[in-house]
């Protein structure tokens, strides 16, 4: 049966040496620095991940700061407030990306992170309780209460803002059947079920994080 050494061993191999490929894992960030993260910092992220999905990431980027001014530096509150004619207002906003489905989420969002504020003190604290063998049941409430979050967004989201996670490229499902560990989609909520059980396994042996799990799995094969 095949073991996270195993796996870890090819990664390392494939990488040249644990040190390159130590560099290559991401950080996870503590319960306490995910509550640190003002709820703003969470739906900025949040609305980079939206508006970054099947575009050039650099390009988003650099677009970033007149968004940050468009939305009010993305205070949840002051987005929220935000009238559908000045929403409509932003589709003439030249300096941003002018998707009217990805304008409308951010007062989605953002009326979302105020009622998880509310039942939970903030967006970092609702984050920081999910604990990991729970994680794609936090991709589903992720998928439930925000727009445009299903999919591969979530996940991606969640390595943004440092909350751990694995994430099911192409690369870490080929990983997984690879190592014999998992052949399926990861689509649906039984399949990540069972992806789920095999990375607490994993993690339960290494006692990594699920991302550097995650970015372990997708180094150790060509």
């Known amino acids: 049966m095949t073991t996270f050494k195993d796996i870890q061993a090819a990664a390392i191999e494939r990488n040249g040496g644990a040190a390159a490929l130590k560099k290559k894992l991401p950080a996870a960030k503590s319960a306490r620095a995910l509550k640190a993260i003002s709820d703003d910092r969470y739906l900025s992220s949040m609305s980079l991940r939206v508006f970054s999905a099947g575009l050039k990431h ?8 007149a968004f940050e001014e468009v939305f009010h530096g993305f205070e949840p509150h002051k987005v929220h407030a935000m009238s559908d004619e000045d929403l ?7 300096r941003i990306i002018r998707h009217w ?14 009622q998880i504020a509310e039942e939970a003190g903030g967006m970092g604290a609702w984050l920081a309780a999910w604990q990991p063998e729970r994680t794609v049941e936090l991709w589903d409430q992720l998928s439930k209460r925000f727009t445009q979050l299903g999919g591969n967004s979530g996940p ?3 390595r943004m803002v440092g909350k751990d996670s694995f994430n099911l490229t192409p690369y870490v499902l080929g990983a997984l059947r690879h190592w014999s560990l998992y052949d399926g989609t990861g689509k649906g909520k039984r399949e990540r079920a069972k992806v ?6 994993l993690h339960a042996e290494s006692g990594l994080p699920l991302c550097q799990i995650s970015m372990t799995l997708a180094q150790s094969v060509d």
């Open 101 to 114: 489905g990805k304008i409308k989420s951010v007062r989605a969002n953002a009326a979302a992170i105020l």
């Open 58 to 65: 650099s390009m988003v980027q650099g677009k970033w700061p």
């Open 156 to 158: 991606y989201f969640l």
């Open 196 to 201: 789920q059980e095999v990375f607490n396994a």
């Open 88 to 94: 409509e207002s932003l589709m003439g906003e030249a």
